[in-house]
Nanobody
């Protein structure tokens, strides 16, 4: 069973930074594209960033472009999301998930699986 575990969330003031980590348990990540998604109370899940498996090409939602950076370290079997210049509207539960399917949608997570349990990010104003 493929399992992902997120960590690194917390409470931070507006303008601050956090680095989220996504770790794989029992398998290697290097054959999968990985996405970071978030869901705030009362809102739909939002895809915020994805990184491909082969050439590590990246995608960012407009809402985080220029502030967030996704990266992967296949040797450590980890994917990271560096979040800078955080805003109160970034408050949400953040999830990582994986896919090896072409046509998976980073915008809404369709085609992604092995969702982690999530890590809470709270940005105070």
């Amino acid at each position: 069973q493929l399992q992902l575990v997120e960590s690194g969330g917390g409470l931070v003031q507006s303008g601050g930074s956090l680095r989220l980590s996504c770790a794989a348990s029992g398998f290697t990540l290097d054959g999968y594209a990985i996405g970071w998604f978030r869901q705030a109370p009362g809102k739909e899940r939002e895809g915020i960033s994805c990184i491909s498996s082969k050439n590590a090409s990246t995608y960012y939602a407009d809402s985080v472009k220029g502030r967030f950076t996704i990266s992967r370290d296949n040797a450590k079997n980890m994917v990271y999301l560096q979040m800078n210049s955080l805003k109160p509207e970034d408050t949400a539960v953040y999830y990582c998930a994986l896919t090896d399917l072409g046509g998976s949608n980073c915008n809404d997570g369709r085609g992604f699986g092995s969702w982690g349990q999530g890590t809470q990010v709270t940005v105070s104003s």
